[in-house]
């Protein structure tokens, strides 16, 4: 007996995604206010922020799938944490972990880390449906060009002495800023239709 695909309403979809920007602010405006308590440097400060807001972010998603019917497969959703929750850590490490280890013990838990969310990641390519694979691959489409277009308009500005230079830290912080952004996006878009 096939299970009817429930339908929900417009004005449910939209008020979820309201919540979800509140608690996203809330989240946000007390990451930033650590931040700046912290007088950490620019691209400390924007890799701190993302990797507290995918730790979050891996949390809530954790509960989500805690509290989910027990007929619904938890495997890709489980992964998605996993890798979610591996990034938040990792860009956290660099900063902080020089504090407890040495740069060397500390690269080498990122690497670590970096090898198992790499598993994670595809092992939940292997398992998304065709839906998740398509917001994966329009994700990346759009970091893509919106990337582009910005590395193409700050090179040129850099040339020109117009800009100052930035890190390769904090180019990540940018990159991943952008993939968070077009992720949302393209997971809006299938999840609005």
């Keep these: 007996m096939m299970s009817e695909e429930r339908k929900i309403s417009p004005v449910l979809k939209v008020g979820g995604l309201i919540l979800l920007a509140l608690i996203g602010a809330v989240v946000g405006a ?10 950490l440097p620019a691209d400390d400060a924007l890799n701190l922020f993302i990797g507290v807001v995918l730790v979050g972010m891996g949390v809530v998603m954790a509960a989500t799938v805690a509290i989910r019917p027990s007929s619904v497969p938890k ?35 990122v690497l670590g880390l970096l090898a198992i969310q790499t598993v994670a990641n595809v092992l939940l390519w292997r398992r998304a449906d065709e839906m998740l694979r398509r917001v994966m691959v329009e994700t990346g489409s759009l970091a893509f060009w919106a990337l582009q277009l910005a590395l ?4 040129a500005s850099e040339r020109l002495g117009l800009v100052d230079g930035i890190t390769a830290w904090g180019m990540i912080g940018i990159m991943l800023a952008v993939y968070m952004v077009a992720s949302a996006v393209a997971g809006a878009r299938r999840g609005l239709k």
Excluded: K
């Design 30 to 39: 007390a990451t930033a206010r650590f931040v700046d308590a912290s007088a």
């Design 152 to 155: 193409f308009v700050y090179a």
């Design 75 to 109: 495997s890709c959703g489980l992964l998605q944490i996993v890798v979610m929750v591996l990034a938040g850590v990792m860009l956290m490490v660099p900063i902080y972990g020089p504090n407890w280890v040495s740069a060397e013990v500390s690269l080498a838990i």
